[in-house]
């Protein structure tokens, strides 16, 4: 993930009722009971995409490894029947080398005039500068969580799409050279996602609306209302956070506030203007999670139940769509 901007300052959010899911629905009226709509999300096909990653080493932008891991990554999408469109392009990093990167474009149905944005980043921080260990600060992050969760879960929906029919179309990308940045560089995370809003493929870019998947794999992962978010999609907020509530998920997606993140979905709004939030782990007690930006942050962190419960959500949210 990237830089928090501000204080973080978490608040109850009062106007906020969450709907009642048929298991926690204690009223009499049982046609209140909620049924769920979705096909079912595959945990374990997930943790599996995970790891596929994982076992390319870390990702890191324009590093070897992360070119094979490109091509898997392009793959799979075909193999589910995306359209698939791959974006070079060179950046500048916060030390002013130019770097090449990759941001890989799948869309499902692209006849569809009503589409929905999946993002995530695909790449490794390249510095575990995070981890209590000094030694260990300079090494590369294996971003297990921090990249690869948010990719496994997508393609995971993309697997599950192909499979049963959508009338909407679902557009996924995976944005390289979001973890290369340094808080006391402005605008130096998220540069491939800066790329693509600069250089947007489809051109024109439009969806209804976007949700960007950041650190969606880890053990005792619960996601709040980030304050960007609510700025740029809080009626998206409600619609995923509503979704998860009525499949009885409200104890991970809870409804509380928190402070400003740069993550993707700032730059995916701020030059297409469609209504983007942020799904990342964030804890009321513990914050970002322990394994975050340090040698960690593998295979060991990563749980079947938080992959359920935000890939049935996603599943629910697009199902839903007309
Ligand atoms: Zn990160």
């Known amino acids: 993930m990237a830089v928090i901007v501000t204080m973080l300052f978490i608040t109850n959010c009062t106007n906020d009722t969450p709907p009642k899911s048929s298991s926690t629905d204690t009223s009499s009226n049982s046609t209140s009971i909620y049924k769920q709509v979705s096909p079912m999300f595959n945990a374990d096909s997930a943790y599996y995409f995970i790891k596929k990653q994982v076992e390319f080493g870390p990702r890191v932008t324009a590093s070897s490894e992360s070119i094979k891991c490109s091509k898997w990554i392009v793959n799979q999408f075909k193999k589910y029947g995306a359209d698939v469109i791959v974006q070079e392009g060179s950046v500048t990093n916060w030390d002013k080398r130019k770097i090449n990167i990759i941001n890989i474009i799948a869309q499902t149905n692209t006849k569809a005039t009503k589409r929905i944005l999946i993002t995530a980043h695909w790449d490794s921080r390249p510095y575990a500068d995070n981890d209590p260990i000094e030694s260990n600060k300079n090494k590369p992050v294996l971003a297990a969580d921090d990249g690869g969760s948010g990719i496994g879960v997508m393609l995971e929906l993309a697997r599950v799409i192909q499979e049963n029919k959508l009338d909407i179309g679902v557009d996924f990308i995976c944005f390289d050279a979001e973890d290369l940045g340094k808080p006391e560089y402005e605008d130096s995370y998220c540069l491939g996602t800066q790329y693509w809003g600069k250089n947007q ?19 005792g992962a619960k996601f709040v209302w980030e304050k960007n978010s609510i700025d740029q999609g809080e009626a998206t907020l409600r619609k995923v956070w509503e979704k998860a509530a009525l499949l009885g998920y409200s104890d991970i997606f809870q409804y509380l506030q928190l402070g400003q ?24 007690q513990t914050g970002f999670p322990i ?26 949210v697009i199902y839903s769509e007309k």
Not at 205 to 214: G, T
Not at 263 to 284: C, E, G, M, R, S
Request: proline residues 3%.
């Open 261 to 284: 993140i740069t993550d993707d979905h700032v730059y995916v709004h701020k030059y297409t203007q469609i209504p983007a939030i942020d799904l990342i782990h964030f804890n009321q």
């Open 291 to 316: 394994w975050w930006h340090t040698v960690n942050d593998d295979m060991t962190n990563i749980d079947n139940n938080t992959l359920k419960t935000v890939g049935q959500t996603l599943l629910e």
């Open 201 to 219: 493929l489809p051109v024109n870019y439009k969806a209804s609306y976007a949700i960007n998947l950041d650190m969606v794999g880890g053990k």
